[in-house]
C-alpha cells in the first residue's frame, strides 16, 4: 500500500515538473489548454528555452546586468483565434530590484495534424515606476467577412508604457502573421 502511494506521488510530482517546462516544440490539445500551460510556467524555476523571453536584464545599482526571471506569469489572455491560428498575449513581472519591470509576450499559435503548437513570438519589455504593457485586437471584418480568410488578416495592437517619476511615454504598434510568422505592420 505505501509503495503504491509513493508510486503515485512520484509520477504525480514528475507530470507536474513536466507540464511546468514550456518550450517551442510543446504540443497542445487546444488554445485553451496552452492558456492554462503558460499561466502554470514557472519562468525563474524552469530550464526550457522560453524562460528566457520572461527573464530581464537587473538596471539597478546592485547586480547590474544580472539577469532576473519572473517567478510566474501574471497573465496569458488568447487575442484571436480561429480553427487554424491563435494570437495570446503573456505578461509576467520580474522581481528586479532597480525599477519596476513587465515583460510581454505576443504569441501565434498554429494547429497541425497533432494538435496546437507554438509557430512565432515576439517579446515586449516596459521599465520604470508607472510601466505597462498591453495587447487587443485591432481589426474587425464586418458584412459576413470572416478574419484570416479572404485577405481579412487579424491585427493586434501592442501598447508600451514606459517611465515614470516625471517622464513617461507610451509607444505601440500593430501586428499581424502571414505564413506562420509574426509580421510588422508599417504605415503606408
Not at 36 to 46: D, G, L, N
Not at 141 to 150: D, M
Amino acid at each position: 500500500m505505501k509503495t503504491s502511494i509513493l508510486f503515485f506521488a512520484l509520477g504525480a510530482f514528475i507530470a507536474a515538473t513536466e507540464a511546468s517546462e514550456l518550450n517551442r516544440e510543446s504540443l497542445f490539445d487546444s488554445v485553451e489548454e496552452f492558456v492554462t500551460a503558460v499561466k502554470a510556467f514557472q519562468p525563474a524555476a524552469s530550464k526550457g528555452g522560453l524562460a528566457s523571453l520572461f527573464t530581464i536584464r537587473e538596471m539597478g545599482h546592485e547586480n547590474p546586468g544580472k539577469p532576473t526571471a519572473a517567478s510566474a506569469i501574471q497573465s496569458c489572455e488568447p487575442i484571436w483565434s480561429d480553427d487554424k491560428s491563435a494570437l495570446l498575449f503573456a505578461t509576467a513581472n520580474p522581481p528586479t530590484v532597480g525599477t519596476y519591470s513587465n515583460i510581454g509576450v505576443l504569441f501565434l499559435l498554429v494547429h497541425q495534424r497533432d494538435g496546437w503548437r507554438i509557430a512565432d513570438f515576439l517579446r515586449f519589455t516596459a521599465t520604470g515606476k508607472d510601466s505597462a504593457l498591453s495587447a487587443k485586437q485591432t481589426t474587425f471584418a464586418g458584412g459576413g467577412g470572416q478574419l484570416s480568410s479572404e485577405g481579412f488578416h487579424p491585427v493586434v495592437t501592442v501598447n508600451e508604457l514606459q517611465g515614470g517619476r516625471g517622464y513617461s511615454y507610451e509607444t505601440c504598434a500593430s501586428y499581424t502573421f502571414a505564413r506562420s510568422k509574426l509580421k510588422r505592420l508599417e504605415l503606408e
